[in-house]
């Protein structure tokens, strides 16, 4: 091995070792089968910081068998490739069999940060595929590839992204686009449907065994319980009332919360038709699929606890319902202390008052009248002058309606003088907390464009370092930080995508 890299960690490919604990499960959870060639693969995107996680060496991304091994073309010895079966409540109907239909598990890698999941998204059918064609599109490849990194940099539970390698074989969606695999890494992928699926079959004893699994490789602490199932449960509904209140926070839309979607680590997982939040709108669809709106940006809480609500009745075989039940009641109040928490830190707030839920409510009541640009007005809020004859102008510059502006101005100036500290230092916290830059739409498909049209990765690769600081001032990017361009048609985001 090259002595610069055994110093770093740092490995080749061959010398990355594999295993796959979910592959030692019952056959009933998984389908063993290879990926389906990709036919002349070229690469388009490596994540330095990905490979990171797994001790691969970062120039490893240059060789023309990593391209292989990353589209499924080439096995690597300790692979073993499957599909994950399982069901899943889907815009709330229940579907008893859904599964991998484009992805397929190679196996775990394991690196300093511990063991991931690497999963080949778009390899190809599989016998959950139903009447798909097994394949991902460049374009949702870099959709997903974008996202994940730049919710990982926003600090907030998410798969991530290691590759994406293309191919010109054609993949019919809403039009005719070009193939391509992403690969996906995970500390799993065993979603709310994973359970759902043996409970619909009354196969009580994979529910058990699924559990036992998750406990022992993820919630290793909650064995020794007194009821181990019951705490299980109890970890998941706190860990997805956090990412819930996150994704609030932020002003991110996730799109299609299905409990085949939904997480048992509470990762944000499945990117499709998601979007970050622009002008404000308490019911954003980002879904064109979504006639009824109810995957909207004000719903997602109430989804999240529903879905939750399906989690424990896939484990009540199990548990007893009225520990169930207590347990869920518990989600609520844990939603609401880290939104609470989140948006105090938004609007700069050290110190607790009782009328600070007020406040944020209120404030999101104006900017949805306004339609004001949701990440625009927090980063501009950083530097409120709280001088009782200050105009604010760029943030009083968002809104038509002077004087709501006005009313609401008198109003946060008087909290904050309940505040110690001065501007300055509430601006460095604020700075910290909200970010400069989201991946908004409009500039995904620019990368996507310039991707697909011209074969150039360039525009991935830059929105790739500017979102890695999301907080950070980066005066050349400034431009990267304003709103989609007057005349930009929104764009019309599906499942699909």
Known sequence: MNTAKAELGAVSLEEL????RYGKLPQAFYTRLSPTPLPEPYLVAFNPAAADLIGLARDEAARPEFTEIFCGNRLLPGFDPLAA???GHQFGMFVPQLGDGRAILLGEAAGAQGRWDLQLKGAGLTPYSRMG????????????????EAMHALGIPTTRALAIVGSDQPVIRETVESAAVLTRMAKSHVRFGSFELFSSRRQHEHVRT???HVIDQHYPQLREAEQPYLELLREVIVRTARLVAQWQAVGFCHGVMNTDNMSILGLTIDYGPYGFMEGFDWGHICNHSDDGGRYAYNMQPRVAHWNLYCLAEALLPLIEMEDAEDALRAYEGEYERRYTALM???FGLASEQDEDAAL????????????ADYTIFFRRL?????APEADNAPLRDLFQNRDAFAAWTARYRLRLAAEAGRDAERKLRMDGVNPKYVLRNHLAEAAIRKAADQRDYSEIERLMRLLAHPYDEQPAMQSYAEAAPQGTAPLSVSCSS
């Open 344 to 346: 105090r830190a938004k």
């Open 210 to 212: 699924l559990a036992d």
């Open 17 to 20: 070792r594999f295993e796959n």
């Open 360 to 371: 944020v409510q209120d404030t999101l009541k104006l900017l949805h009248q306004a339609r």
């Open 382 to 386: 950083g530097a409120f002058d709280a």
């Open 85 to 87: 079966n399982y069901a």
């Open 133 to 148: 064609d097994g394949r991902a599109v460049l374009r949702s490849t870099i959709r997903e590839y974008l996202a994940s």
